[in-house]
């Protein structure tokens, strides 16, 4: 089965920018769907982000739509969360999941869990 780390996260002013990473080991990468979730202290998981396993087709959530990006390279096992113009909003515990096939923006779709990466962004 896939293994999932995270990195990347870190404390970031309100406007700027970070760059989180994926990093899948073990089963076939290309086979899998991959998707951002994220929790903020006291909320739900909330969905981020999906990308299908060849990465042409994306899927975002409402509050991060043009402003966040996900994108993977299949070669090197690895899937990317460009976010831009980052709000306090966005402070949170960023995790990344996978599924076998098809995406879904449904965290109870995902078996395999990565164990998160720390972003906080000040005001």
């Known amino acids: 089965q896939v293994q999932l780390v995270e990195s990347g996260g870190g404390l970031v002013q309100a406007g700027g920018s970070l760059r989180l990473s994926c990093a899948a080991s073990r089963g076939t990468f290309s086979a899998y769907s991959v998707a951002w979730f994220r929790q903020a202290p006291g909320k739900e998981r909330e969905f981020v982000s999906a990308i299908s396993r060849t990465g042409s087709n994306t899927v975002d959530g409402d509050s991060v739509k043009g402003r966040f990006t996900m994108s993977r390279e299949n070669a090197k096992n690895t899937v990317y969360l460009q976010m831009n113009s980052l709000k306090p909003d966005d402070t949170a515990v960023y995790y990344c999941?996978?599924?076998?096939?098809?995406?879904?923006?449904?965290?109870?779709?995902?078996?395999?869990w990565g164990q998160g990466t720390q972003v906080t962004v000040s005001s």
């Open positions: 999941a996978a599924r076998f096939l098809q995406l879904s923006r449904y965290r109870r779709d995902y078996p395999y």
